[in-house]
């Protein structure tokens, strides 16, 4: 019997075979290439990190001021004190006196003269030859030593069986073609280089990862990304979905419809406005998807408030034309409230059958929408994650629309699709996004992903002027919203979102709610929260947009979707608490109707340096794109998109704002291996990604 021994920690860390060793790559290098006498480090003076070695001529525990164990070394030049606060009797031993030590690291003044403190230290024979490359670093979790890493490392580059894990097969005629100056090495001396750079090496560009070796590993690992991605896109295209033209819709659907005309034709009549450039452009890349026999796969980005819904329902109707259901998701309760209560101002009048289907609803209301959307009776159905959670069979879904995209994990937005998709059928998948993704995101995240983007407000939309306020004037700027509310006008106060507690945060949404009660007594004042039942939330909600409440005080359930144009002006409290992508989004509601708007950020001292710097950004600007570039600068792609994304968990080396450039090259690389090199293609995936092909098949 074979006893199944538990994983060493370099297993652990997915170091399980020599490839995976090899392209364990360092994080940065020490310089132990270099030696100095004792005088010339002296020489050298502060801030220099050094090497240097000598013979240990005493070795001393002191207890003053602190227990710490003081070493010098001399050689034939000088002498030079080490300090250690912290030591192990190993490393007593090892500087014993008439010993020889090489030590490395930064001369300071002490008390007593120049000293080491903390120097790395390393035992040696006197004459012991220095190392002819830098010596690497590499990511490490606990447990595991710099020595053991480099020591497998070592080991797994000499295996032979790497030699045919790193062949070369790009063919180098498609390599001079794509790469006209290639001063990239072949991968096994790039690799090989990053591990054991020589001592000349330009550090620089090591750590930058900017050197060509970088290059080329880089280059390798996103030519391995764009094959899977258009991969999938590939089998996309050989998926079957309704073909819906537009014109041809079924008859059978005009008969039981209330009215002989089309759904579509119905809804642009009870449209109270034109759609704008974009908007028509748009929905005209959405009508030729939903015309093809495969599934649509498109992103629709726009900002707050520029007009996402009316093209969702454009794309029901077409879908409902032809006989199919359509479903529109949302991550919110509220949000998909909204959605609810929009199409049935929309579709309704046209005799359109809606389902809504919430987590909150009551059994036997569930149990009803379940059933009408078995049975085919309702044509458009309204959500939550209910839609996906619960035992939702659909009766013959066409479309599905997933609101506010990035709040979803990948797995949840194909759950959708799987739920009525056979290998034979797929419904159209349309995504909707206020979070602008760059380019540079949208072309390695997103290959398979077709992109629309709405880049017009419709007409009318005021700017939005934000101005940032301190938390200590706050009866300044109640008395402000008293004079805004004399005018006629609405407002929204939101509360600051407390992450650890729900509890508390409901509790300052009570106390501002009181206090603004007491202080504005000639207006009605309304409270929503997440606590609230969504009966309660809609009954406050309706009793708003009447203008029944002229001032809201809200938690961040209103972040999504609400639309109440007469509503201007909006106050957040602890701006200073939210993100960029939160206070975008909240701002979004106001600026929507004739009046000028205005948002205010409150903000409690002592704000942080980045803090400050995202509200003054969100003063200067009210461009999703630019905010959405910074918030990626700060936070990284992982977090913009919701963790786990397609694409996300293959690139180890690449960044995408550096090596954008790359991104390119990439691409048409992976274009013509496909088309001329089929052959290589597998190879080369196996090489790179091995088992983390597994997730681009979700
Ligand atoms: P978002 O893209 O943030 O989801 P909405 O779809 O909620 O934006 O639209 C915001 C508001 O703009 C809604 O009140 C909507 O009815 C209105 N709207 C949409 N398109 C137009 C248009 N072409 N002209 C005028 N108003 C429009
Ligand atoms: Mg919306």
Partial sequence: MTTKRPPTALEKMGLNSPMALALHLPSRYEDETE????????????????????????NQVMFRPRRQLLVTIEDDTASLQLRFLNFYPSQQKQMAVGNHIRVRGEIREGYQGAEI?????????????????????????AGISQTMIRKAVLKALQDASLKNSLAEFLPSTLMAEILPKNDWPPLQDAITYLHQPPADTNTQSLLERTHPAWRRVQFEELLAQQISLKRAHAIRRERRAPSFVKGQQASKLSKTSKTKNSIEEGLLKILLFELTGAQARV???????????????????????????????????????????AAIMAPTEILAEQHYLKMQEWFGPIGVKIAWLSGSLKAKEKRLAQEMIESGEAQLIIGTH???????????????????????GVRQRLEIQQRVSSELFYCHQLMMSATPIPRTLAMTYYADLDVSVIDELPPGRKPIATKVVKAARRDEVIGGLHDWLVKGLQAYWVCPLIEESEVLQLQTAVESFEQLTQALPNFKVGLVHGRLKSEEKAAVMAAFKANEIQLLVATTVIEVG?????????????????????IHQLRGRVGRGSADSVCILMYAEPLSMAAKERL?????????????ERDLSLRGPGELLGAKQSGDAMLRFVDLQRDAWLIELAQTAAERLLAEHADLVERHLERWLGSRTEFLKA
């Fill in 386 to 408: 209910a839609l996906i959670q619960d035992k939702v069979s659909f009766a013959k879904l066409g479309l599905a629309v997933i609101d506010e995209q990035h709040r979803f």
């Fill in 35 to 58: 030696l100095f006498t004792i005088e010339e480090a002296l020489g050298l003076g502060r801030f220099h990190s050094i090497q240097t070695q000598g013979v240990v001529i005493r």
């Fill in 562 to 582: 609400v639309d109440v144009p007469n509503a201007a002006l909006m106050v957040i409290e602890h701006a200073e608490r939210f993100g960029y992508a939160q």
């Fill in 283 to 325: 929905w005209s890349e959405i009508g030729y998807d939903l015309s093809n026999t495969f599934p649509m796969n498109r992103l629709l980005q726009g900002d707050v408030g520029s007009g996402k819904t009316v093209i969702a329902a454009l794309a029901a109707a077409r879908a409902m034309d032809h006989g199919y259901q």
């Fill in 117 to 141: 403190v903390h120097p790395t230290v390393r035992a040696v024979i006197p004459e012991a030859p220095l190392p002819a490359s830098l010596t690497p670093v590499y990511p490490a979790s």
């Fill in 616 to 628: 003054q950004t969100l003063r200067e600007t009210s461009d999703g794109f630019v905010i959405a």
